[in-house]
């Protein structure tokens, strides 16, 4: 036993006593890591919400990238006077169905409710048909025989067909019809405006952006030339009334880089407004892609196309076939209104009819005399015709005019562009001589500057002269109504 005793060694903890004590102090251990974890959450939430706001804001102020067919396409779906003319083409379409239900019978119901103070009747006296020994006096007594009651109740549904009215109404449809057209043409004038107006806008910002640059480049130029002018004026090399130039330069450049700024502003204001957008809405124009090219037809082609394609003369064709339309309607007034009638009707208390009956036939009616209106319509159709007639030769000509202009513009801005191009080209070349004649010292700060800066205004007449080409033939184009989108 005792050797058994000196035997025994304590057995170390087992695996799972580990674990166990484990479990316990990561149970200890728990609270306090969650709890360290949402201090941590309640620091960082209002940095987190700070941050957010401000990435918020930040995506809120960031200006708006716009090439110009992003801006054409909004403006076409967000412009309020495109959305007037095509609601205006909804309440011509309303009308031709309104003109159109004249086509079918027309089914109403007339009921009535009539109460008569008195009625007269039929009254046999007694003995009026005779006496005799049998049976005695025929009636034996006088008889009244009332006609109806004294409360009537009718009621009847009737059909009506129109017949020989279908001539004028034809001609109130052919009417209602060309309304619909004009409206239409009305719509594809207003988004060719529209495009072309965005254009302009577009094309202005762009321009009051370059001009604006060069400005600053002159400020620049000016300040570098305004102070070699005051050292001049201190070492005695120049006079004071150099300096006094080259400030009122300076002056005159900062006036002109202020007034691109408000030209700016405004502009893009008037752009927003016409896409539809908050007219606070900065917009970050595409400068590289917004000159689209545009194939101009023949001058002779572009006559021939205004004349079948120009809103102007299509819209004052439409006028002549209303015109026209009108004259028929008033030459069909001789014709005599024949109207079908088919009637059901239900009566109680009228005297002679039974409960319920039905009424066919046919209603006539003619003017047999009417003071000479319907002959003063027709004069007067005939003379609004003609001047519908006369107003679409006057369309046509004016349109003809508006295209040999719109197209000598073009040329004339064809050529404008090429000179422009060479200037810039010159205007390069002296801005790379006079950064190597500063490199070499053998020009002055203010003679780089200058010749960058007139650099940057070439490029603005280069960018002007190509925008007004552009722009000359859309308008050309919307003349003859293929304006580009």
Do not use: W
Request: hydrophobic fraction near 40%; charge should be negative; aromatic fraction near 4%.
């Amino acid at each position: 036993m005792s050797a058994i005793s000196s035997s025994f060694t304590p057995l170390p903890a087992s695996t799972a006593d580990k674990k166990n004590t484990k479990r316990l102090e990561q149970v200890h251990r728990g609270p306090r890591t969650r709890r360290h974890m949402m201090e941590f959450v309640l620091l960082a939430l209002p940095c987190l919400l700070f941050c957010a706001s401000h990435i918020a804001s930040a995506q809120k102020n960031e200006p708006m990238q716009l090439t110009l067919s992003q801006a054409i396409d909004l403006a076409l779906n967000q412009n309020r006077d495109l959305k007037l003319a095509q609601l205006a083409v909804t309440d011509k379409e309303h009308k031709k169905e309104i003109a159109r239900s004249a086509y079918f019978p027309e089914i109403k119901n007339e009921s009535s409710v009539l109460h008569v103070t008195e009625l007269a009747g039929i009254t046999i006296p007694a003995g009026t048909y005779g006496s005799f020994p049998v049976t005695g006096p025929i009636p034996a007594q006088s008889l009244f025989i009332g006609q109806g009651g004294l409360t009537g109740y009718t009621s009847g549904t009737g059909l009506a067909q129109p017949l020989t009215q279908m001539f004028k109404i034809h001609q109130s449809n052919r009417a209602a019809t060309t309304d619909i057209n004009s409206a239409k043409i009305e719509v594809t004038q207003a988004q060719n405006n529209v495009a072309l107006k965005v254009r302009q806008l577009y094309y202005g910002i762009l321009i009051a952006q370059l001009k604006q640059q060069a400005a600053m480049e002159e400020v620049a130029a000016g300040e570098v030339k305004t102070q070699e002018s005051a050292d001049a004026v201190e070492q005695g090399q120049a006079l004071d009334v150099v300096l006094l130039e080259n400030r009122a330069s300076l002056l005159d450049a900062r006036q002109s880089s202020l007034v691109q700024k408000l030209q700016i502003h405004d502009l893009t204001v008037s752009l927003n407004d016409l896409m539809g957008v908050p007219l606070t809405t900065e917009l970050k124009l595409d400068a590289d892609n917004s000159i689209l090219s545009t194939v101009v037809p023949s001058r002779e082609e572009c006559l021939r196309i205004a004349q079948e394609n120009s809103p102007e003369v299509r819209a004052a064709e439409q006028s002549v076939e209303k015109a026209k339309a009108g004259l028929a309607a008033a030459k069909d007034a001789y014709i005599p209104d024949i109207t079908a009638l088919a009637r059901y009707s239900y009566q109680s208390g009228i005297p002679f009819l039974v409960h319920n009956f039905g009424t066919f036939g046919v209603a006539f009616s003619y003017d047999l005399f009417d003071g000479g209106k319907r002959e003063a319509e027709i004069r007067d159709a005939r003379t609004v015709l003609s001047q519908a007639d006369l107003n679409l030769e006057k369309v046509k000509e004016e349109v003809a005019v508006q295209v040999e202009k719109a197209y000598d513009k073009v040329e004339q801005l064809q050529d404008l562009v090429g000179v422009a191009n060479e200037v810039l080209a010159t205007r390069t070349e002296a801005a790379r001589l006079a950064d190597r004649r500063f490199e070499q010292t053998a020009a002055l700060a203010s003679a780089r500057a200058e010749a960058h800066a007139k650099e940057i205004s070439a490029k603005a007449s280069f960018l002007e002269a190509n925008l007004s080409l552009s722009l000359a033939q859309s308008d050309l184009m919307r003349t003859i109504g293929q304006l580009p989108r």
